[in-house]
């Protein structure tokens, strides 16, 4: 005679708990039992797994200089459950880290950059980090840099940009 006892724990269906005797089978049971709440069976690993979540993704902003043509940022990523490979990409397939955490600079050029964070392959999450440039310039697209804003008067005066103070000849 035999008890078993199941918390609920795991999820497997076991296809027969077997008492045999010289070839004949002399008791058999079938069990189910499902994983709890939160986490679910992974064949490969035989266990419950707590199920992936993202609890952090971050791509901040940052400010290309004046004469620049990228800026860092700060990439940071947390994820809680889940089970084997975690990457942060970016395009194209460019590896920026790996594992459940983890914080890595990285350049962010004119006008922004697109960050996917995966485990085993699927998609968690994806973010994007804009670079503008800082204040007082601007994006040149043919120098492929911030260059200085240089504000003129149409009327010749030499104090933009109220141009009010019109030279005397």
């Not at 266990?47 to 940071?76: A, L």
């Not at 459940?100 to 085993?120: A, C, H, Q, T």
């Not at 149409?154 to 933009?160: D, E, F, K, S």
């Amino acid at each position: 005679r035999y008890v078993l006892f199941i918390d609920k724990v795991y999820t497997k269906t076991y296809d027969g708990v077997k008492t045999v005797e010289n070839g004949k089978i002399l008791s058999q049971a079938f069990v189910k039992a499902t994983c709890k709440d939160g986490s679910s069976w992974v064949p490969s690993l035989s266990q419950c797994v707590k199920n992936v979540s993202v609890k952090k993704f971050s791509t901040p902003n940052c400010t290309i200089p004046v004469g620049g043509s990228n800026c860092t940022s700060s990439i940071s990523w947390e994820v809680v459950g889940g089970y084997g490979d975690f990457a942060v990409t970016t395009p194209n397939n460019i590896l920026v880290g790996t594992g459940k955490e983890g914080v890595k600079s990285y350049p962010i050029g004119y006008p922004s950059r697109d960050f996917y964070l995966y485990n085993n392959g699927t998609e968690l999450k994806a973010s994007i980090a804009y670079a503008n440039c800082q204040e007082g310039s601007d994006w040149s697209v043919g120098e492929k840099k911030c260059v200085k804003i240089i504000k003129t008067c149409p009327n010749g005066a030499t104090n933009p940009p109220d141009c009010t103070d019109i030279p005397k000849c």
